[in-house]
């Protein structure tokens, strides 16, 4: 959640360039709009179910037993924030994406908390003009 | 403040909070999913991306193809706010 407020502030920025910023996450819209409530944020959070778009990806994984016990334990219920059962995750991505639909950097990290900085994403935007 | 410092003190936080135990299958668990090669099996530079049309938090339908209409497009992918 860190990355997606990291993001906000530099939510100008990349509309300056031409781009739009989205968010694509395995939560229900219910659960976005509880989290929006307590800190805004101007871009849109789309709800990807079961994990199915990450799937697509290649980024979407299993939640194992062992975990899912320590999640459960931190009061994390992902079959309730997520709507369904599957105890999957997709992996944390930031993906730019050309006008024409073709990739043109990914930074993607199993660890949530090995994240690029907002600048490198604007400097991955810069390039595609140049 | 830089992203990075703030996922320092996320990291620094986790290590003092949680007890070593589950912090150490956590770990374990990052490493195995890094180890399958996911990344480098994951959607990759040059790649068209696939198309998609999901619900937004205001309950409206978004889809890729509009937002590329309109011009370059940063896709976060988020795990969900717990």
Known sequence: MVELY???????????LGATLVAITPQIP???VEMLKKQPLDFDLLSDAGNDYAQTLGLRHEVRGELQNIYGSFG??????????????????RVVIDSS??????DADPDYTRRPEPAKTLADLRALAG | MTLETKLAEIRDASATRIPPEKREVMLAETAALRDTGIIKKAIQVGDQLPPFSLENQDGDMVSSV???????????VFRGHW
Do not use: M
Not at chain 1, 6 to 16: G, K, Y
Not at chain 1, 76 to 93: H, Y
């Open chain 1, 30 to 32: 219910e659960k976005s």
């Open chain 1, 76 to 93: 994390i219920d992902l079959p309730k924030s997520n709507g369904e059962q599957s105890w999957t995750l997709p992996v944390p991505a």
């Open chain 1, 101 to 106: 639909g073709i990739v043109r950097a990914i």
């Open chain 2, 66 to 76: 509009a937002l590329l209409n309109q011009g370059a497009v940063v896709l976060t």
């Open chain 1, 6 to 16: 990291a993001l906000q502030e530099i939510n100008s920025d990349i509309e300056t």
